[in-house]
Nanobody, 122 residues
Framework: QVQLVESGGGLVQAGGSLRLSCAAS????????MGWFRQAPGKEREFVAQ????????WYEDSVKGRFTISRDNAGNTAYLQMNSLKLEDTAVYYC???????????????WGHGTQVTVSS
């Protein structure tokens, strides 16, 4: 069992930037594919970004491509989501997730953090 704790959320103006962190503990961090998801008010949770175990491969939801960057520091047991050019539509609770599975999109995530609120204002 891996425990995940998100941080870095908060208030930011449209067009600004924010960096989310996901600190992992328990077992081997490098053995997990990591992902970021978000849930906006009144909407279903959606996929945002994914990074492979080594960090060699990444995947993004279309609406965030070119604006968001997922990364990881295996030595520091931390995954990151750099969010640039933020829009009002990016407002959501952002969740960090992990899975022992590997591959492209469509893999199932087993472990989840409790989320961190990101609010984009005009």
């Amino acid at each position: 069992q891996v425990q995940l704790v998100e941080s870095g959320g908060g208030l930011v103006q449209a067009g600004g930037s924010l960096r989310l962190s996901c600190a992992a503990s328990g077992r081997s961090f490098s053995g997990y594919t990591m992902g970021w998801f978000r849930q906006a008010p009144g909407k279903e949770r959606e996929f945002v970004a994914q990074i492979s175990r080594t960090g060699a491969s990444t995947w993004y939801e279309d609406s965030v491509k070119g604006r968001f960057t997922i990364s990881r520091d295996n030595a520091g047991n931390t995954a990151y989501l750099q969010m640039n050019s933020l829009k009002l539509e990016d407002t959501a609770v952002y969740y960090c997730a992990a899975t022992r599975a590997f591959g492209g999109r469509g893999i199932n995530y087993d472990y989840w953090g409790h989320g961190t609120q990101v609010t984009v204002s005009s």
